[in-house]
């Protein structure tokens, strides 16, 4: 028996060490299949890593193109308030002229008025001063309420003839 505990021994530990590297084999193929889906992973991980910075990026120009059109909408928003203001004041300013030059015109008008009534009355008083005179010195009163129209005279009218037409001779000299 002795020969054949040597083998036996050599054999088993020769198997043992077949099982080791088959188990080792088969945790380096288990490793492998890790380390293979790690790295499908990690591309994948990779691959929307770089879509999404892609994206970031776009996301980031969009934003700063936004933010400008803002502060440009900003400083016209600014602007037209600015102008806005200033029409209103100009307005305002257009509406006291137009008062005063209406107030002054209102002004004026009433003057006229007072000044009318007032050359109405001298005239009533010159009036019948005139016609107290003509009647202390018995002249008919020429300024009655009745004005006759007085037939226009056409002096030329006077002088000239009705000569009938074939009526004439003419006389060469």
């Known amino acids: ?11 088993t530990a ?9 188990n080792q084999s088969r945790m380096i193929r288990r490793i492998r299949a890790k380390l293979a889906t790690k790295r499908r992973e990690s591309v994948a991980i990779k691959k929307e890593h770089e ?10 120009t969009t934003i700063a193109g936004l933010t400008e059109i803002g502060l440009c909408m900003s400083k016209k928003i600014e602007r037209l308030k600015a102008k806005k203001q200033q029409v209103r004041e100009s307005h305002l300013e ?3 002229k137009l008062h005063a030059r209406t107030q002054e015109v209102e002004d004026t008008i009433q003057e006229q008025h007072l000044i009318t009534e007032a ?12 016609q107290g005179l003509q009647e202390d010195n018995g002249a008919p009163a020429p300024f009655d309420d009745e004005w ?12 000239l ?11 060469d000299e």
């Open 1 to 11: 028996m002795a020969p054949s505990v040597p083998r036996t021994r050599a054999s």
């Open 14 to 22: 020769l198997c043992m060490k077949q099982i080791s590297l088959d």
């Open 51 to 60: 879509s999404t910075q892609v994206a970031l990026e776009a996301s980031h």
């Open 94 to 96: 257009c509406h006291h």
């Open 119 to 130: 050359l109405i009355e001298e005239k009533a008083s010159l009036l019948q001063t005139i």
């Open 148 to 159: 006759e129209e007085e037939p226009e005279e056409d002096p030329e009218g006077e002088e």
């Open 161 to 171: 003839e009705d000569i009938p037409v074939g009526e004439g001779e003419i006389v």
